[in-house]
């Protein structure tokens, strides 16, 4: 069929489209532009078929998921090198508080010891005036005092130390200006050697200021062999000024108070 015969019989049909519904016109142009879109996806420009493209587009694939797979790598090594270093940190913290706890167990008493010479706090002497130096001066001035305290005793151990340990009397009574001497055992019920070291506390505190120890053995290492029993000695006086003082009125009762800690033999 030549091309002219072939234009004539088209031209009538396309004339006759015009007449159709608008809805057969969209759908005639709908498949005519899908068929184009289709034709276009699966072939070029010039109609012909391009059968490398595919694998290019899949070694592009291929790339781009290595590259995120080594993104991933990355960031999990980044993620369990700092959860390393944050326990490292964690872990030299925990240490060094262990070790500052242990430092300071061992330097308390000393400290404390200081502590009370330095303020005369539980009835330490001062450096500024020791006890004879009272007691000289109170009985130049002659003074004469009335009032009667009754002083008790009470004894402890630290938790883990195998000592019994408890005072030789339960109360003494004095008056102020007057000196008095009290005991206290101890006994190691272990089968090993232990060494102790007591501290003190005077109650109420605000009497401890006039409470002095002329002789004790607080602060003062204790050896003690397995089954060994010791007493030891404690000698303090009462300022006359507790009677005088209005700070102390009704107070009739004080308690004197050691507690023994185990110490390591070095």
């Known amino acids: 069929m030549s091309l002219s015969r072939l234009c004539r019989r088209a031209i009538p049909l396309l004339k006759s489209s015009q007449h159709l519904p608008l809805e057969s016109r969209c759908i005639t142009q709908y498949h005519l532009n899908c068929s184009s879109t289709v034709y276009q996806r699966h072939f070029g420009h010039d109609g012909m078929s391009h059968p490398k493209l595919g694998s290019i587009n899949k070694r592009a694939q291929h790339q781009s998921f290595a590259a995120q797979s080594l993104l991933k790598i990355q960031r999990l090594y980044s993620t369990q090198a700092a959860t ?36 005369g706090y539980g009835g330490t002497i001062q450096r500024r005036e020791s006890v004879e130096q009272k007691i000289a001066r109170h009985a130049k001035d002659g003074t004469v005092t009335k009032r009667e305290i009754v002083v008790q005793f009470n004894a402890d151990v630290a938790d883990g130390m195998q000592w019994k340990f408890i005072p030789t009397q339960r109360e003494v009574r004095v008056k102020p200006g007057e000196s008095a001497l009290a ?12 060494v102790g070291v007591s501290t003190y506390n005077v109650t109420p505190m605000k009497a401890a ?56 033999e070095g």
């Open 84 to 119: 390393q270093e944050k326990s490292r940190k964690t872990l030299v913290y925990l240490m060094g508080l262990v070790f500052a706890m242990v430092a300071a167990s061992y330097a308390a008493v000393p400290l404390y010891r200081r502590f009370c010479q330095a303020t």
């Open 183 to 194: 005991f206290y055992t101890a006994e190691n019920r272990s089968s090993t050697p232990i």
């Open 209 to 264: 200021v006039y409470f002095n120890k002329i002789q004790c053995f607080c602060f003062e290492e204790q050896r003690l062999l397995p089954g060994e029993q010791i007493d030891m000695p404690v000698f303090f006086y009462i300022d006359p000024e507790f009677e005088t003082d209005p700070r102390m009125d009704g107070i009739n009762n004080i308690i004197l108070s050691y507690t023994f800690f185990k110490v390591s």
